[in-house]
């Protein structure tokens, strides 16, 4: 399905480039009073999003316990309807895929169902139609713990999934697992994979490759291969039947993990982060993304500040773009505010070589405390869609996050533009064994909830400026030169903060409880000539924005 998506959007996007100005960029949090975390992300056929994750303020599990947590929105992130599970122990999703009738199968874990619940932990599949209605489930374990962090819908109508398992192949544990079902869920076949000498293999997402040539599925994962106390990254090339071709290793001293694969039309693209290589390694992680084809390794790179931690850690955090090059989402606790608590960074390669391109991280401010990126997306209009968590904004303690930037990277408020230094990295070809196993059943049911929604850094439409009649006689801003005049008619909780002509963040100018009167504050010297905007938003509800022209 992954690959599918891609033809699906740019076939979209030829239709839709004209209205591209026009589209909603939604930047949301979605959750309750405890907390939320969204793994994973996909856009329907209405144009609206369904996020994926698990929940500890709805469902009878929580707070002591996850739910998993199904939010579907319209094109502005607005919540349309919200789907939990209803287990008594921790049950959470991590991948999502689009299904051809248009509705969505989902994938995670569950201590709830299946066999030797709750003591141990077995691999659920969720189908769902448009609406959310439950179609079917199957839940599928064990003796011991088994969980699944990828799903895809097959070019036959059915999935695939894969994971780890502590009840299939030889100990020690984990296992890689892999199943591949049929258009209701039921196993055609099931494996569990391991390399010499066996350690612990997990594999994290899985892809189709379409047309297939010879070979049909792409694992990628971590395991210990090279030196039993740090993982490797690897690539798993599977036949139709499950049988393994190839295995590609990148052999780092340290720990090095792949969590998302595409299959670019040429050969495989992984990425995962590192710290064998890169910037700052093996202190601190950067991020990868590699390039190999079953006749071996293409190139590999590494991007990251040598200050602290890059990581990507999700089964769609890799993608291919409209332009054929690459996009990676994460995190970064090396820029942007509240560092080293971790931001969003989303990373854009070039076609080709996957050379560095542009890196936005979100937010600009204040996002003083944790936001984590996991998957993303192309939107329908050619722009991207990131899901991940916050405990920044929002209602709980941890939060769905829901942001959209526009094809550039950009979106008028909430994205900083960041340079990254990069490095290389190599890989060379491994081994592995597997067999065969028969997964016991069980399903899991889904009820009705609701999510609160709250607003991160609302876009402003600085080209239009707000009637003054929002605010109180006497609260205005003048620029005079490079002194900039801001009078309050009363004490205001402030931000005031300066964009360019199209829209993108500049620089704070302040930020805080004022006192009524004038304040005056001196434009940054290492502005640049041309069209400014200063935007003033009021306790976060109120906005008035003045152009003005620098010398």
């Known amino acids: 399905m992954k690959s599918l998506k891609i033809f699906t959007i740019s076939t979209l996007v030829l239709f839709s480039i004209a209205s591209l100005n026009s589209q909603p960029l939604p930047a949301k949090t979605y959750g309750g009073t405890d907390s939320e975390r969204a793994f994973a992300l996909e856009q329907a056929m209405d144009n609206g999003f369904v996020l994926a994750g698990w929940t500890r303020s709805f469902g009878p599990g929580t707070p002591g316990f996850s739910n998993v947590l199904i939010v579907k929105t319209d094109s502005a992130g607005t919540p349309l309807w919200a789907k939990i599970s209803i287990g008594q122990y921790d049950d959470e999703a991590y991948s999502i895929t689009q299904t051809f009738d248009g509705g969505f199968a ?48 097959t070019m036959d109508g059915g999935y695939a999934i894969t994971g780890w398992t502590n009840s ?77 071709l190839l295995v590609t290793v990148v052999p780092g001293e340290n720990e090095d993990e792949a969590y998302s694969v595409i299959w670019d039309g040429t050969g495989f693209v992984t990425a995962g982060w590192t710290n064998s290589f890169g910037p700052g390694a093996p202190n601190f992680s950067n991020i990868f993304i590699w390039k190999g084809m079953p006749g071996g390794f293409l190139w590999g790179w590494v991007y990251g500040w040598a200050n602290d931690d890059e990581k990507c850690l ?56 944790f936001e984590e990126a996991y998957p993303m997306i192309h939107t329908y209009f050619g ?85 003054k009649k929002q605010f109180k006689t006497g609260t205005e801003i003048r620029v005079k030169g490079n002194l900039v005049e801001l009078t309050l008619a009363n004490n205001s909780e402030i931000s005031l903060q300066v964009f360019d002509i199209s829209g993108r963040y500049i620089r704070t100018l302040a930020k805080g409880i004022f006192g009524s009167g004038t304040h005056r504050f001196i434009l940054p010297q290492d502005i640049e000539a041309g069209v400014y905007f200063i935007n003033l938003q009021i306790e976060g509800t109120r906005s008035l924005t003045t152009k003005f022209i620098k010398l």
């Open 106 to 153: 989902i994938t995670g874990w569950t201590y709830s169902y299946g066999i030797n619940a709750p003591q141990f932990s077995n691999i659920f599949v969720l189908k769902i139609d448009p609406l959310g209605n439950l179609q079917w489930s199957r839940v599928y374990g064990g003796f011991s713990d088994d969980q699944a962090y990828s799903i895809i819908q």
């Open 168 to 244: 299939f192949g030889p100990p020690p544990y984990p296992n890689i697992l892999v199943m591949k079902l049929d258009p209701l869920g039921f196993p055609q076949w099931a494996r569990a994979y391991w390399t010499l000498p066996n350690l612990e293999e997990e594999g994290y997402d899985i892809t189709e490759v379409i047309p297939p040539d010879t070979f049909q599925y792409i694992v990628a994962g971590r395991a210990r291969i090279s030196d039993p106390t740090n993982f490797d990254a690897f690539d798993l090339i599977l036949d139709q039947y499950g049988n393994p």
């Open 314 to 369: 999700d089964d769609q955090s890799l993608m291919m773009t409209m332009d054929g090059g690459y996009a990676i989402s994460g995190w970064t606790k090396s820029f942007g505010p509240g560092i080293p608590n971790p931001n969003f960074l989303i990373l854009k390669l070039t076609p080709g070589m996957g050379l560095f391109q542009w890196a936005r991280v979100h937010p600009s401010a204040p996002g003083a405390q």
């Open 383 to 467: 722009g991207y869609g990131i899901a991940g968590w916050t405990n920044s904004f929002g209602l709980g303690l941890d939060d769905f996050h829901f942001l959209t930037l526009d094809p550039s990277g950009n979106r008028p408020v909430c994205v900083l533009e960041a340079e990254l230094p990069s490095d290389s990295l190599f890989a060379y070809p491994w081994h592995m064994e597997f067999e065969d196993f028969r997964p016991e059943l069980d399903s899991m049911p889904l009820v009705d909830t609701i999510v609160e929604e709250t607003d991160i850094c609302p876009v402003v439409d600085i080209k239009n400026k707000p009637s």
